[in-house]
């Protein structure tokens, strides 16, 4: 049987494969390979798809993600609320630029931010609330903004899994006051390499961020460098060679999503027939890009191998690769031992990490893959009591 992968970028590649090498040799023999009109082609063209005035590329989302807290000054002091379910990127930078993060609980249907605790969690510390668009759903951006304009808090969104989603047709990365970008290779929009970006519509903020990631280094003019530097910054540049695939790939994202989304739908449709498992939720005011398809299996021996844990093994045994995202929630984390929060605190979360399983799902996923998906599921189902 054909193994089937959690994600394959190789499928991607052979269709763009002749522009990309047109494009990458161009920039291998133009002898330029950092800054120039690559990257400030790019970083136009995102801003335009994104709807937003301010493009920034940067070395990486979690890069991104720490110049915008730099940008807005938060450090030592200050608090920063988000989720505890996510990728370890987003309360890092947090703690990298010396604030505290505060974790809260997630809506077990969305696995975004429980919008329900925030307001209880504010203090007169906090300055921000870094809300995560998870697995392509963007959050209830409504409710967030009016939270967050009431308390007058920065909205910083993380939309590494959300690249092209939308809440009330605006994308999201336009609605809060800074979006930040992850272009890893299995994003929704992937370089072949590290890269990331920030948008924003407050020209100040980007004139600070370029400033940060280039050593806090004024520079008058893109020729002259002046060898003054203002602030403390770091090295987080987007490449040449990056930012040049980045401009071929963003061509072909809207159809990439599209195809991920009737991926998505034809999943739906093959697993309802299965009660035993809990399908994604959706809803209507959100358009998903759907960088995974989550399930929930819920644990039904409360021995010490978790159900989801024996099918996820069954299912590698047929050639049916799944993946757990995430498996411990953060505040639960070794690294985060010291903020002092206990099992059982945010149990929506943690319920969420023993349950959720990522089915494969990639643009060019064939119809053939999802239905062998989807049988293998069965199988292993069927040899569970009462299902
Ligand atoms: C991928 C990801 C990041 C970090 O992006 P990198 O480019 O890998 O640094 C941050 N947050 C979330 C939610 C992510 O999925």
């Not at 970028?9 to 330029?32: C, M, N, P």
């Amino acid at each position: 049987m054909k193994q089937i992968p959690p994600v394959d970028l190789t499928r991607q590649h052979e269709l763009i494969e002749q522009e990309l090498a047109t494009a990458v040799l161009a920039v291998l023999k133009s002898g330029r390979y950092i800054g120039g009109t690559a990257v400030t082609d790019f970083e136009q063209q995102f801003a335009n798809y994104i709807g937003v005035s301010e493009c920034v590329g940067c070395n990486s989302g979690t890069d991104a993600l720490y110049l915008a807290l730099r940008a807005l000054n938060i450090g030592q002091g200050d608090e920063v609320i988000t989720t505890s379910f996510t990728f370890i990127a987003t309360a890092e930078v947090i703690t990298r630029v010396g604030a505290k993060p505060v974790f809260i609980d997630i809506n077990p249907d969305t696995f975004n931010l429980d919008l329900n605790l925030i307001e209880a969690a504010i203090t007169e510390r906090t300055k921000a609330i870094i809300p995560v668009h998870l697995f392509g759903q963007p959050i209830d951006m409504t409710r967030l903004m009016a939270i967050a304009d009431r308390h007058n808090l920065y909205v910083i969104e993380d939309c590494a899994q959300a690249i092209g989603a939308e809440w009330h047709n605006h994308k999201v990365g336009s609605i809060g006051y800074i979006g930040c970008f992850s272009f890893f290779p299995t994003k929704n929009l992937g370089a072949c390499g590290d890269a990331g970006a920030l948008t924003t519509n407050d020209q100040n903020i980007a004139v600070q961020v370029r400033l940060l990631r280039e050593h806090g280094l004024e520079r008058k003019s893109d020729q002259k460098i002046s060898y003054r530097h203002l602030v403390t910054g770091l090295n987080s540049r987007l490449d040449a060679l990056q930012a040049t695939i980045l401009q071929i790939k963003l061509r072909y994202l809207e159809q990439w999503n599209q195809q991920r989304t009737e991926a998505a739908q034809y999943y739906q449709q093959i697993l309802q027939p299965l009660p035993a498992l809990k399908l994604p939720k959706t809803l209507l005011e959100g358009k998903s890009v759907w960088n995974q398809y989550t399930i929930r299996i819920p644990d039904l021996f409360n021995q010490s191998e978790l159900t989801r844990d024996l099918i996820r093994s069954q299912l590698g045994q047929m050639g049916v690769i799944s993946m757990v995202y995430y498996p411990l929630p953060l505040h639960l984390q070794p690294v985060y031992q010291s903020l002092g929060y206990q099992k059982g605190q945010l149990p929506v979360c943690e319920q969420a990490a023993q349950e959720v399983l990522s089915l494969p799902l990639f643009p060019g996923i064939e119809t053939e893959e999802q239905q062998q998906v989807a049988y293998c599921l069965k199988d292993c189902l069927s040899f569970l009591p009462n299902h």
